[in-house]
């Protein structure tokens, strides 16, 4: 059974810190990756794709690379800032079903 | 309003009652999801389905029930409610041969 990790569960920086968050997954085979993002009282919207056959993904500040053979992904956030305050989930995609990790909450102080 | 929505946004109801949750979508796409989000259990998918009249059971079926007889919607109903089902209940959708999903805001779900 694929079983997704986050560490750590919470984390704060002061602004403008880069800062990496973690996921592991148990089993290899996967379809892709995903990293959604959770805003309190809200859905989770979509921050990058990584297809398996893809090492990374950038979209603007941030950077997802996917590591298959060793269970690993990482999402890179440059420059933090106070609106990335949220908290950031890793989803692992496979046959159209996802596993979602339990989430790091950011906390990015002025 | 396009997008995927989801109402009530918050429900408060007793053991044993019967409560559905709504999801609605505009896109047109194929699958859909229900979720529950719970501290120490993040996102667990209850049920899915990849088009109208078909659906499939998630990692956390028990005690609940869907149906889809048209694309956009994809109701949840819980038979009987039981504290346990005390929960965030997120619906989500995709298009066929898309990965991204897309989340509606949430309904929070307090079984008293």
């Known amino acids: 059974k694929q079983e997704v990790t986050q560490i750590p569960a919470a984390l704060s920086v002061p602004e403008g810190e880069n800062l990496v968050l973690n996921c592991s997954f148990t089993?290899?085979?996967?379809?892709?990756l995903q990293w959604f993002r959770q805003d309190p009282g809200k859905g989770l919207t979509s921050l990058l794709l990584?297809?398996?056959?893809?090492r990374e993904q950038t979209s603007g500040r941030l950077n997802a690379s996917l590591d298959k053979s060793s269970g690993r992904s990482t999402l890179y956030i440059a420059a933090s800032q106070p609106g990335d305050s949220a908290t950031y989930l890793c989803?692992?995609?496979?046959?159209?079903?996802?596993?979602f990790g339990q989430g790091t909450t950011l906390q990015v102080k002025p | 309003d396009a997008g995927i929505t989801q109402s009530p946004r918050y429900k408060i109801t007793e053991t044993g009652r019967q409560v559905t949750l709504m999801c609605h979508q505009t896109w047109s796409h194929s699958y859909m999801f229900w979720y529950r989000q719970d501290l120490g259990h993040g996102l667990r998918l209850i049920y899915y389905s990849a088009a109208a009249d078909i659906t499939d059971k998630g990692e956390v079926p028990d005690g609940y029930v869907v149906s889809r007889s048209k694309t956009e919607n994809f109701p949840l109903t819980l038979e009987s409610a039981t504290r346990s089902q005390t929960s965030v209940y997120f619906c989500?959708?995709?298009?066929?041969?898309?990965?991204?999903?897309?989340f509606g805001p949430g309904t929070r779900l307090t079984v008293l």
């Open positions: 990584i297809q398996s056959s893809q």
């Open positions: 089993d290899s085979a996967i379809y892709n």
């Open positions: 989803a692992v995609g496979n046959t159209g079903k996802l596993i």
């Open positions: 989500a959708s995709r298009t066929s041969g898309g990965d991204t999903q897309y």
